[in-house]
Nanobody, 123 residues
């Protein structure tokens, strides 16, 4: 079992930055690929970014590439999402997730999820 807790969300202005954190307990994350997803009101949950267990591969949605950076600290059992140059369309609840099996970009491939943290970007 893995328990994931996100933090770091908030209300910011367009162009600002935020850093989301995901703290894990229950088991080590060091062998797991970890991802961030987001869900805006009335929309389906969408992939944002993912990082391999060894930190050698990172994956990004086209909409955030160049603005967001995913990282991890296996010693702290944590994953981070640095979000720069935020836009109003980035407004959503952001979820941290642990990958199980299947494609990196599909939410169905992740079997552990946090409760989410709200990010609101005002224009």
């Amino acid at each position: 079992q893995v328990q994931l807790v996100e933090s770091g969300g908030g209300l910011v202005q367009a162009g600002d930055s935020l850093r989301l954190s995901c703290a894990a307990s229950g088991r080590t994350l060091s062998s797991l690929l970890m991802g961030w997803f987001r869900q805006a009101p009335g929309k389906e949950r969408e992939f944002v970014a993912a990082i391999s267990w060894s930190d050698t591969r990172q994956y990004y949605a086209e909409s955030v590439k160049g603005r967001f950076t995913i990282s991890r600290d296996n010693a702290k059992n944590a994953v981070y999402l640095q979000m720069n140059r935020l836009k109003p369309e980035d407004t959503a609840v952001y979820y941290c997730a642990a990958h199980s099996i299947g494609g990196v970009y599909s939410s169905s491939s992740y079997n552990y999820w946090g409760q989410g943290t709200q990010v609101t970007v005002a224009s």
